[in-house]
Structures are given as structure tokens and as C-alpha cells.
């Protein structure tokens, strides 16, 4: 077996597509472990010169480090350079939610095309262009996906 996927079941594999639920699944891991705090905090100020003397430093530089490799785990070849080219695991997790958020807007922008072009066809019913427009419009990805270090959501 590949380490692809060795820390997400093998279920999960399959849901790569779906990053609201990778999101939730990759935070819960975190938090899990403990480690959720180096995602939604800055590293902390050292108050010597010597920023290895300092045990808050140290501990949030392996918290850090911990994360940062959780999440390069539990991600995709595609997306494991994205996160490997970083040194926080807000870093990383910032990369991956751009990286979703664009695609997602790429997809959102090739459906609004799609729909604004569609057409009644000649011996089409206006329930059966409706059902079309439904469709398409389903097929959308939440249509303005929010991806935050502290809620998923979907607005309309």
C-alpha cells in the first residue's frame, strides 16, 4: 500500500473532490492530536536572543512541525507540493483552501456559462428546461464555498 491515504481510511480516498469534507475531516485529525492550535495561531515571539531557549518557542515549533506533516499525509501527490512548499501549517492549510477555492471558482464560472446558454430545444417543455437548468445548477460547488480555519459553510 501506497503512505497516500495511510492516515485517512480508504473510504476518505475517494472523497478527494469533496474538500468541505476533507476540510472537516483533516480539522477533527488535527484537533484530534492536538496540533489545531499551530493551523489557527502565528508562532510565538521569543523573549531571548536565543530562540531555541525558549520552551514556548520549542513547543509550538514541534506542535508545527507535527501538523504540518498530519496534513501532508492526508492529501492528495497533486496536492502534496502545495503543502510541502511551506514552514507553518497555517501556511499550508491557507495553500490548500486557495488552491480548492480557485478550482471551485473555475468550476463555478464554466456552469454560470452553461446555464446562461441554455435553450428551450424545439419539442422541449418549459418543465423539462427547468429540470435542466436544476440539474446544472446542482452540479454547482455550493455555489460560494466559504473554507475558514473555523467553519465550512455554504451561502447562496
Known sequence: MSDYGRSRGPWLAQLDDDYKVLAEYQRAQLKKEKLWEAVVTDRPASGSDDKKA???????????????ATIQISVTPVQFNTVTSVDTAKEAWNALMG????????????LQEELSSLKKGDDESIIELTSRAKIIRTSWPCSATLWTTTRLRCVS
Open 99 to 110: 488552491m480548492f477555492e480557485a478550482r471551485d471558482n473555475a468550476q463555478v464560472l464554466r
Open 54 to 68: 525558549d520552551p514556548v518557542v520549542e513547543e509550538w515549533d514541534a506542535m508545527n512541525e507535527a501538523a504540518i
